[in-house]
Structures are given as structure tokens and as C-alpha cells.
């Protein structure tokens, strides 16, 4: 086991033909702190699974538009905190002397949870950001069989899940169906921040011609997240928000929501479902 599960004894109780209860040790998903500074300052301090932390405050900074490449950071590093024994559950970042330095104020407070990627901001228009990549002229297209295989695939790759039952996951794929990357998180924004930040570090943004899937509902705060990267294609497995199809309608995106082999609902961008 890793940093990102933990085992615990727990009581199981059977109440089935043969009632039982019995002590044992079960495996759970890790739940941690981590604070992204800006040059030693606080910005954001985020519940996530550990793994990946660089991704993660990587693909957060592109998706609340303070960067938009993989340039706009000079070092983005773990540091040691005041844990003791040392957890390093902090990222440290240097932008670019010519990215301007995030804006904190009441009204955009940066404090989340797993399971709330813009938690705490005073207003719609306190979160929204504005994508450097137009995705409307985006010519991609998927056949519908190859989408409805997606989520099958994605679970086939949740390492982690099928020892704790308790993550998240997000998974960048090519139009025929091929799984760039994968992630897994307690929080849904964080897997996914986990995989931009992994597209931006390689240089692949704008993710034009790529699907994003994740596991859960695809929410206002998802959306956005996959706009900012140039994400033609969004897909979920559970329902989508009024706010979701709102932005994805005004992004030019498509938006899938309830993607089970073999039906999907296509809310927005139903030409490139073919």
C-alpha cells in the first residue's frame, strides 16, 4: 500500500441467511490535505488522494485560468510543510515573471473539499473563467459504439478503486477509444485537475480531438475544467447540471451525460456523436 490507502478494522455485519460479525481489516482511500502556494504563498488548500500533487496543482491553476501552459511555470515543486513525520502536502509554485499572480480576495475564496471544486465562491461570476482555446470549430468526431466502450474501460483501469471502493476517476481518451491517462482521486475535480495538469506538464494542450470521461455527474465546475483545456468532449456517467449544459452550449462543446453502455443522453455538440 501507498500513501493513497490506508487500512483500518472495521466490524462487518452479514444480516443475510447466515448472520455474522466479525472484525476485520478493510482498505480505504486516503483523504489528505494539500496547500498550493504561489513563491511561498498561500493560495489553495485542497482534501485530495496523495499522488500526482504536482499534476494536481498544475491542472488546478490552468482550470481557474492563472496559467494556460506548460511555460507559465518555471518550478512547481513538493515541499515539506510543518507535518511531523514529514508528509510533503505542500506544492510550492514560481510562475513566469510574465503570468500576472492570482488574485485572492472574499469574493473568490480558493478553499475546497473533495468534494467541491469551487466551494466557498461568493457568485457565478466568481468562477468563471474564459478558455484561451476555441474549441467551437473543433472537427472532431467519435462513433457512438466507440463512446458507449469508454466507461468500461475506464473502470477496468481503476487500480485503486477496486481495493477501497471509494474514488473518483477521470481518463483522457483518443476518438477510437485508446486511454491516454488516468487518474483517481476522492475528489472528482481533483482527478481531473490530475489529468490536465499531466496534459499540460507534456505539452498537449490544447487537448483538441480528445475526450475527457469521468466517473461521476458532470457539474459547472467540470465543464469549465475541460473548456480551459481545449476539450472538444466531455462525458460522464451520471446526470449533468443545468449550469453544465448552459456552459458547454456557450463553449461549443459536447456534452454526454449518462453514458452506459449501451445508451448516452447528448445534451449539447451532438454533431460529433456519429
Known amino acids: 500500500m501507498g500513501r493513497n490507502t490506508a487500512r483500518r478494522m472495521v466490524v462487518s455485519i452479514d444480516v443475510g441467511a447466515s448472520p455474522a460479525v466479525r472484525r476485520r481489516p478493510d482498505e480505504l482511500a486516503a483523504e489528505e490535505p494539500l496547500e498550493i502556494r504561489i513563491r511561498k504563498q498561500p493560495l489553495a488548500v485542497t482534501m485530495r488522494t496523495p499522488g500526482h500533487d504536482l499534476d494536481l496543482a498544475m491542472g488546478f491553476l490552468l482550470g481557474e485560468g492563472v496559467i494556460g501552459k506548460a511555460d507559465d511555470v518555471v518550478t512547481a515543486q513538493l515541499c515539506a510543510g510543518t507535518d511531523t513525520p514529514n508528509t510533503y502536502n505542500v506544492v510550492d509554485i514560481v510562475l513566469d515573471p510574465h503570468v500576472p499572480p492570482p488574485v485572492t480576495d472574499p469574493s473568490r475564496n480558493f478553499y475546497t473539499t473533495s468534494s467541491c471544486g469551487v466551494c466557498g465562491k461568493a457568485s457565478v461570476d466568481a468562477v468563471r473563467t474564459r478558455s484561451l482555446f476555441d474549441v467551437t470549430a473543433d472537427p472532431m468526431e467519435i462513433p457512438a459504439r466507440v463512446l458507449a466502450e469508454l466507461p468500461g474501460k475506464l473502470r477496468a483501469a481503476q487500480r485503486t478503486f477496486d481495493r477501497t471502493g471509494g474514488l473518483h476517476a477521470a481518463g483522457l481518451f483518443t476518438p477510437t477509444g485508446d486511454l491516454l491517462v488516468l487518474r483517481e482521486d476522492v475528489g472528482r475535480h481533483n482527478a481531473v485537475d490530475k489529468v490536465l495538469g499531466w496534459a499540460l506538464r507534456e505539452g498537449r494542450l490544447p487537448l483538441a480531438g480528445h475526450v475527457l470521461l469521468v466517473s461521476g455527474?458532470?457539474?459547472f465546475e467540470l465543464t469549465q475544467k475541460a473548456w480551459m483545456a481545449g476539450l472538444p468532449l466531455l462525458a460522464a456517467v451520471s446526470a449533468p447540471s443545468t449550469l453544465a449544459v448552459d456552459l458547454a452550449e456557450e463553449a461549443g462543446m459536447t456534452l454526454v451525460g449518462?453514458?452506459?453502455?449501451?445508451?448516452?443522453?447528448?445534451?449539447?455538440?451532438?454533431?460529433?456523436?456519429?
Not at 453514458?259 to 456519429?274: C, D, F, K, T
Open 217 to 219: 455527474r458532470a457539474s
Open 258 to 274: 449518462f453514458l452506459r453502455e449501451p445508451r448516452m443522453n447528448v445534451y449539447s455538440g451532438a454533431q460529433r456523436v456519429i
